[in-house]
């Protein structure tokens, strides 16, 4: 099946029909989203701190209920409980409604996100789709909700009256637009490919797969886009994981730079919150990945084939919509425990002079490719190939630009502290420097705040010889 045929089947099914949706039926979805990422949440928790235990050869959380498993339902209730401190130097309404902010974001951007297809509620008769909403400009929404979240973050920073919190503030916001702007560019090729920006019309696109001869029978593979568009898929991944602050990102609140972050002034409640926002951010962007990129609901092939797709109606679908989001918070977890926190000028010329880059290069070629068959129409699958072996190339250019910047900067930084000065102030930035072996002093005595040139060295050292003299020494 050409891409111009894929194209044309995306582009006629429709957003999701809600036609049959009452009152009660929406309040229960809603309620069904809360009561979904709050209990996923809770396990997520567990499930990180068992995993990374795992992999420190330590037992983890094991005696709070069944394995652990209520760990973090304790963990919230001790939160509740605690002393609500807030600080005097603070802006107390911006201080208050930052978490609330940071919170409410969250949850707003799992509404498009689709559970299954259209389904009976249990015990009515009514049919409706296993999604909250759905809008034709449904992943613009997701992005713009996301933006909207940062302010939290930001505002924590700023209403703290601290320089830590304000420092972390500042890093998410830069932090934040960069790799939104990847993140961006990573979908313009999955809306190309689809044809839509609705999330149910992007995991309709992704049904109808390349049809392959095996054992002599004709069996059609879903076209995940994770596939079609390898490069768009790995940038997304990279940037979400950065839009998220999660390590080895998580640089706005880096304890060995700026105590906490943020989120330093916060306790009880609203730091509780702002935990939480985290977790559902990581959830809010694994459903998204699954939907845009690992067709969303639908089951992985082979069980796709099974009896003609049955696995494919009704509730089947969310348990695979579950499996592969699943997959995704465990890939947020492997991480944690394997890589090291990126230096901050590391993470963002990654995202500036990297991934940005590749994107607009990728996009360029999928639109390219898209116009060709076009106008060609062609049914074979050589433009699919000569895509693929495109985004193998430039997927290799990712890693080894991120490998070859790294590196550059770790030899850069080493040459610079190879040979240090023969002369060194030790007052220059304020606070007393011992020299290192085999340099020699220099007295400012504070003056010019180390920024003494050549000419006025020896002025300098007249000073502290007549101080000697003066003090016998």
């Known amino acids: 099946m050409s891409l111009l045929a894929q194209g044309v089947l ?73 002393e609500d401190v807030i600080p005097k130097a603070v802006d107390k309404l911006v201080f208050v409604l930052a978490p609330i902010i940071s919170a409410i974001t969250c949850f707003v951007a799992f509404s498009v996100i689709p559970f299954g297809p259209a389904a009976r509620i249990p015990f009515t008769d009514i049919v409706t789709p296993l999604q909250l909403t759905d809008l034709p400009v449904a992943v613009l929404f997701v992005l713009a909700v996301a933006a909207v979240g940062v302010y939290g973050i930001v505002l924590a920073g700023w209403s703290s009256g601290s320089t830590y919190p304000l420092l972390g503030g500042l890093r998410s916001s830069a932090q934040v637009i960069s790799y939104e702007i990847a993140m961006g560019l990573a979908l313009i090729s999955v809306f190309l490919y689809a044809g839509s920006m609705s999330t149910s019309s992007i995991v309709a696109a992704q049904e109808h797969g390349v049809v ?45 730079e700026l105590v906490g972050g943020f989120h330093t002034e916060y306790s009880s409640l609203k730091f509780a919150l702002f935990f939480l926002a985290e977790y559902i951010n990581m959830i809010t962007v694994s459903a998204i990945a699954t939907t845009l ?120 930084d080493a040459a610079r502290h190879e040979t240090p000065p023969d002369e060194v102030d030790p007052f220059a930035g304020g606070f007393p420097v011992p020299p290192l072996p085999g340099q020699r002093l220099i007295r400012s005595n504070g003056i010019g705040n180390g920024r003494d040139d050549d000419a006025r060295r020896p002025a300098l050292a007249a000073a502290g010889e007549a101080d000697e003299e003066v003090h016998g020494g």
Do not use: H
């Open 10 to 82: 995306a582009a006629e099914n429709p957003v999701a029909d809600f036609g049959n949706d009452n009152g009660w039926v929406v309040f229960g979805k809603a309620l069904f989203i809360f009561v979904f990422l709050v209990l996923l949440t809770l396990l997520t928790i567990w499930g990180e701190r068992r995993v990374v235990a795992r992999m420190q050869s330590r037992p983890g959380p094991n005696r709070v209920g069944p394995f652990g498993l209520i760990q973090g339902l304790a963990d919230g209730v001790k939160l509740a409980l605690k």
């Open 212 to 256: 392959r001869e095996i054992f002599g029978l004709d069996l059609t593979m879903p076209a995940w886009f994770a596939v079609q568009l390898p490069v768009a898929f790995v940038i997304y991944v990279i940037a979400m994981v950065g839009e998220t602050n999660r390590a080895p990102f998580d640089l706005p609140e880096a304890e060995g």
């Open 293 to 412: 990129f690992l067709g969303g609901w639908r089951a992985p092939w082979p069980l796709s084939a099974i009896g003609g797709g049955m696995l494919n109606e009704g509730w089947w679908p969310m348990l695979w919509f579950i499996g592969k989001l699943l997959g995704f918070i465990f890939f947020f977890i492997w991480l944690r425990g394997t890589l090291p926190r990126l230096r901050y000028d590391q993470f963002m010329r990654f995202g500036w002079k990297v991934l940005i880059p590749v994107a607009l290069v990728w996009i360029v070629a999928v639109a390219c490719w898209r116009a060709a068959n076009s106008a060609t129409i062609a049914a074979d699958g050589t433009t699919r190939i000569v895509l693929i072996a495109v985004g193998i190339a430039l997927l290799f250019a990712i890693f080894g630009a991120l490998i070859t910047g790294i590196d550059r900067a770790d030899r850069r």
